[in-house]
């Protein structure tokens, strides 16, 4: 079994994506964020630095994603905080003109060579409650975000789940707080439960 829990920045992936293990004594895959080199200067200045980030994300994601195809999917669960197609979402906000055509080409040529997910949970919050739950966790590079940026961002994670051709569960997570409160985390994994079949005994 392979889940994999997607959604912008803030949503609550890595937290969501971390109980989910536990729970189907999945191995854990967890994206790589802050060990980008170029994610904090990016921050300070898009343009010169998009392409740097988007291609170390892209390469980085194929290598840990294609372990997983190679080795993970016969033997055990597998459960990750990100879909390798996050990385196109981004880079089409990112990437303009050839630097966009270049990295669709990386794109169209690795993509087709990694799992697909039994599942998907698109968690889904407003771009106000994303930045509230941005603040609290106080990464630095995180912290001067513009509220457009998350919104635009939002809209496209919207649209790439309208038309995503997999089984997708969509939860709204604005006003879910499945790490403080035990009631929302017992709806929510059954959610998840049902999405799957519970096709093996959950802890």
Known sequence: MYVVVEGPIGVGKTSLSSRLAERYAAELHLEVVEENPFL???YESPETYAFQVQVFFLLFRFKQLSGISQA???SQNVVGDYLFDKDFIFASMNL???EFALYQDLYSHLSPRLPVPDLVVYLRAEPQELLRRIARRRRPFEEEMPAAYLAELTRRYDEYFRS???????VGADELDFVGNPEHERDLLRRIDAALGTPVPAR
């Open 40 to 42: 904090a200067r990016f």
């Open 72 to 74: 993970g999917l016969f």
């Open 96 to 98: 303009k003109d050839a």
């Open 164 to 170: 995503y051709p997999g089984p997708v569960l969509t």
